[in-house]
T-cell receptor, first 114, second 113 residues
Framework: DTGVSQDPRHKITKRGQNVTFRCDPI?????LYWYRQTLGQGPEFLTY????????KSRLLSDRFSAERPKGSFSTLEIQRTEQGDSAMYLC????????????FGSGTRLTVV | AQSVSQHNHHVILSEAASLELGCNYS??????LFWYVQYPGQHLQLLLK??????LVKGIKGFEAEFIKSKFSFNLRKPSVQWSDTAEYFC???????????FGAGTRLFVKA
């Protein structure tokens, strides 16, 4: 078990372009979360999956954002028509079970929109 | 509204000093509480967690935290810090279902050797 993997580690894109990030959770974890973190702030909740079902989305997740978790394994987060305000670290985490045992985080994808 | 507030954004201590980082939360219903740590260049890691029972919980590396329900607080403590404790510490609160955990803004701790 190598933990939660995120790809890419860094992404620089021009404003208006689409970007997609991937997260591979710990294999036996059925829950997967996406968070966004900006400088000087803690992680902000974006969305959450239980298996393949997306069960909750934050209001932060505008219609330019979409997340999927096909087959309940890896997940992708796509941002369409990126804006400079989307520049942030995008964190993925996973967990097992329903008690909220704490999350295992990946190293994140740092997005810079120029 | 749900929120987690950390009292200090930056803390500087000398080695062997005692540490206490403040955390207050506002979260409806039964709450699970966490402290996460992020060492320089590393990902967020769980330091300790509270679900129920003994309000004094012990975590890794000599850290402990005390849940005081009447004060909506979950402060992190360590009797004697080491240079290797230099990191950013995040307090977090979540529901018993385990999703939508919210985080404080973090406290950056620097320990002088």
């Amino acid at each position: 078990d190598t933990g939660v993997s995120q790809d890419p580690r860094h992404k620089i894109t021009k404003r208006g372009q689409n970007v997609t990030f991937r997260c591979d959770p710990i294999s036996e974890h059925n829950r997967l979360y996406w968070y966004r973190q900006t400088l000087g702030q803690g992680p902000e909740f974006l969305t959450y999956f239980q298996n393949e079902a997306q069960l909750e989305k934050s209001r932060l997740l505008s219609d330019r954002f979409s997340a999927e978790r096909p087959k309940g394994s890896f997940s992708t987060l796509e941002i369409q028509r990126t804006e400079q305000g989307d520049s942030a670290m995008y964190l993925c985490a996973s967990s097992l079970g329903s008690r909220g045992d704490g999350y295992t985080f990946g190293s994140g994808t740092r997005l810079t929109v120029v | 509204a749900q929120s987690v507030s950390q009292h200090n954004h930056h803390v500087i201590l000398s080695e062997a000093a005692s540490l206490e980082l403040g955390c207050n939360y506002s979260y409806g219903g039964t709450v699970n509480l966490f402290w996460y740590v992020q060492y320089p260049g590393q990902h967020l890691q769980l330091l300790l967690k509270y679900f129920s029972g003994d309000p004094l919980v012990k975590g890794i590396k000599g850290f402990e935290a005390e849940f005081i329900k009447s004060k909506f607080s979950f402060n992190l403590r360590k009797p004697s810090v080491q240079w290797s404790d230099t990191a950013e510490y995040f307090c977090a609160a979540g529901n018993t279902g385990g999703f939508k955990t919210i985080f404080g803004a973090g406290t950056r701790l620097f320990v002088k050797a």
